[in-house]
């Protein structure tokens, strides 16, 4: 437990020392909402929902996704390829403990986030406040947690720290897109058979149903399953594929 | 009971036979040195010695441990300076020796190690402004951090300039005098020789020598040169005492001169040569 929070408190350092890090995953969401609100934020949807609490609901799902996602697969290769993890493979820290630490940390940057966006969303648009906040709470760390096992079996398939960034972004800015995260979602057919297919479609759905219908996050067991299928699948393709030394030389 | 001991050891990757069969020990408080081409299987010994590789054969024991079986006991007691490894470039020197003692339960004190390894007016530099010296003394001083017993240097002065080397010299004499055992794997001969109390030559997987640098060339043959109306006479021997009287007394006897007469004992560095050349590769 005790190098637990201080491996926790390591990471927090790392994290938000490194302008890269901060910049991309917790300010480009918050600037991502603010140029789209902007753009459309007055307008109300097909469903007569307003426009701007479509897009906040669908901007905590990109938050999710790029900070429990990217921000996990990103860091692990470049640590990786840099040999920082095979240097800390050498000391008593536990695996266990580094990736439970690397995980809290994700969830404490992307709580703070979620505040963060609902808050400028309130200020700015005069968005609603959630009615159902634990349900809201429960998604969000459920959804940067099923990201980020995303993001380890995702980082086990990674070669080199240089594509790291590239590849990361190949995936997650065309599945945000598909998946609604910007706003709309009236694509093609053959698009939105893509899309269901994959999990930040069904993560936004659970947040469009909490946030905008006030409904419980169990009033959609199925989506909550897909989300949690894929978060699996990417840990254990982790667990059994994923490597502390460098692959690149 | 020694600090590292090593039966048979063998490590193969797919058809290579990288480590073939070596033995040695190494004596606590012992610097000892492995010293070989590059490809000699000098990395893979060290790694499997670090726990990092799992061994196909033979018998290791670490401070009493299997390293292979990644034990946490095991992992308080040494210190690992990797070949290459980059850190946060965006943290402090001594943020980054802060994190990595947090890992140990008893660490050595976080300012006191950044003094050791001679960072002390680097205390709060981004490890980014940081020369490749001193980024090698941070590798080294989160090395120490832990208060290992055991501290393994894999070619620690590799790419240095002749300056920085002597100045990782004097750091690697300091751990001796902290009382560490030191396991050092390096190309340069002269680093060995400087260094070591003990060198293992490997070669091809093989250990081809093993002793103390001196011991190396002790048996080694002299070589006497000198030119005999204009011509070059190479002598080897093993007695050069007994060959040089002889041949000086026959040369005051027909009372001639011996032009530029020189007596060589093979350096450290014929030796090696000779051991790594007659090895087949």
Known sequence: MRVFAHQLRSEQLIFWRNRESAGFIFVFPLMLFLLLGSLYGNETTDEGYPAIELLLAGMLGYGAANTGFAGMAITLVIRREYGILKRIRSTPLPASSYFAAALASILLVFALQALVLIALGRVLYDTGLPERPFSLAFLVVFGAAAFAGMGIGTASLIRSAEGSSAVVNFILLPMAFLSGAFGSRDYPPVLEAIANVLPLKYFIDLLRAVYLEDESAWSDPGALAVVAAWGLGGALLGARRFGWEPRER | ?281
């Open chain 2, 1 to 281: 009971m020694p600090a590292i001991s090593v039966r048979g050891l063998r490590k193969s990757y797919g058809p290579l036979e990288a480590v073939r069969g070596i033995d040695f020990e190494v004596a606590a408080g012992e610097v000892f040195g492995l010293l070989g081409p590059n490809g000699a299987g000098k990395t893979t010994t060290v790694e499997i010695l670090e726990g990092y590789r799992k061994r196909d054969g033979g018998e290791v024991e670490v401070l009493g441990f299997d390293p292979g079986a990644g034990e946490r006991g095991f992992k308080e007691r040494i210190g690992v300076v990797l070949q290459s490894s980059e850190l946060w470039a965006s943290l402090t020197v001594r943020e980054v020796h802060a994190i990595f003692a947090g890992y140990y339960a008893g660490p050595r004190d976080v300012d006191e190690t950044i003094d050791l390894v001679g960072l002390g007016h680097k205390r709060d530099a981004r490890v980014k402004t940081l020369s490749g010296g001193q980024k090698r003394r941070l590798d080294l001083g989160i090395a120490l951090v832990g208060d290992p017993d055991l501290v393994f240097l894999d070619e620690p002065t590799t790419g240095f300039d002749p300056a920085a080397r002597r100045n990782a010299w004097e750091l690697v004499r300091s751990l001796r005098g902290l009382g560490k055992t030191v396991l050092l794997t390096t190309h340069y001969l002269d680093e060995a020789q400087q260094l070591a109390d003990r060198v293992a030559v490997l070669v091809a997987g093989e250990i081809v020598k093993l002793g103390r640098p001196s011991d190396l060339t002790a048996s080694a043959k002299a070589e006497i040169r000198y030119r005999r109306d204009g011509e070059l006479v190479v002598l080897e021997t093993e007695e050069p005492t007994r060959t040089l009287h002889e041949l000086t007394a026959a040369a005051l006897a027909e009372g001639r001169e011996l032009e530029e007469i020189e007596v060589r004992r093979a350096t450290l560095e014929d030796v090696y040569l000779e051991l790594v050349d007659e090895q087949p590769t």
